[in-house]
Nanobody
Framework: QLQLVESGGGLVQAGGSLRLSCVVS????????MGWFRQASGKEREFVAA????????YYPDSMKGRFTISRDNAKSAVYLQMNSLKPEDTAVYYC????????????????????WGQGTQVTVSS
């Protein structure tokens, strides 16, 4: 059974940075495309970033470009989200997700493509 465990969330001031980690176990990590999503209280789940199985292709919505960076280390079975220049509107629970490869690039922002999810880690950005 595939398991995903996020860590690295916390409280940070606006303009600061955080690095989230997601460690995957119970399967062959390189078999999965990976994504990050977030959900603020009372709002819809929002796509944050995605990375293909090998790590050579990344995807971001316009609101994340230039501030957030997704990466993966297949040797460590881990995916990361580096978040810089954080804003209060970035406050949310951040979820790591996995999908058996390969997702069509145009579909990588769709939660329905991901069959496995972590429990989430809270990120709070104060003003």
């Amino acid at each position: 059974q595939l398991q995903l465990v996020e860590s690295g969330g916390g409280l940070v001031q606006a303009g600061g940075s955080l690095r989230l980690s997601c460690v995957v176990s119970g399967g062959t990590f390189s078999n999965y495309d990976m994504g990050w999503f977030r959900q603020a209280s009372g709002k819809e789940r929002e796509f944050v970033a995605a990375i293909n199985w090998k790590g050579g292709s990344t995807y971001y919505p316009d609101s994340m470009k230039g501030r957030f960076t997704i990466s993966r280390d297949n040797a460590k079975s881990a995916v990361y989200l580096q978040m810089n220049s954080l804003k209060p509107e970035d406050t949310a629970v951040y979820y790591c997700a996995a999908a058996l490869r390969s997702i069509a690039p145009v579909m990588r922002s769709h939660p329905s493509q991901y069959g496995y999810w972590g429990q989430g880690t809270q990120v709070t950005v104060s003003s």
